[in-house]
Nanobody
Framework: QVQLAESGGGSVQPGGSLRLSCTAS????????LAWFRQAPGKEREGVSC??????TINYADSVKGRFTILRDKNTVWLQMNNLKPEDTAVYYC???????????????????WGQGTQVTVSS
């Protein structure tokens, strides 16, 4: 069965960095897109970044462009988060599906598999 396992969350001060990782297993196809979503308390889940199965398509939410970088090696995906802000505080989820070039608000239905999530807290 398909499984996604995230790690790397934690607490950091504003301006700090964290690196999240996610390893996917159980896929029959190597071409699944992998993505990171996040959900802050009281807010809807939102797309953060995605990368296609071939690595040729990469997209970011406007709120993280220039600060976050998504990387992929086969079925492992990382999210390097720099210059973190308090508004980045959320549970971050790894997901497998289709990496879209459309607005991040349209991403959620494109993903079939989800990890359990890892907490990221940015606070002084």
């Amino acid at each position: 069965q398909v499984q996604l396992a995230e790690s790397g969350g934690g607490s950091v001060q504003p301006g700090g960095s964290l690196r999240l990782s996610c390893t996917a297993s159980g896929f029959t196809s190597p071409y699944y897109g992998l993505a990171w979503f996040r959900q802050a308390p009281g807010k809807e889940r939102e797309g953060v970044s995605c990368i296609s199965g071939t690595g040729t398509t990469i997209n970011y939410a406007d709120s993280v462009k220039g600060r976050f970088t998504i990387l992929r090696d086969k079925n492992t995906v990382w999210l390097q988060m720099n210059n973190l802000k308090p508004e980045d505080t959320a549970v971050y989820y790894c997901a497998a599906g289709s990496c879209s070039s459309g607005p991040t608000r349209t991403w959620d239905p494109l993903y079939d598999y989800w990890g359990q999530g890892t907490q990221v807290t940015v606070s002084s």
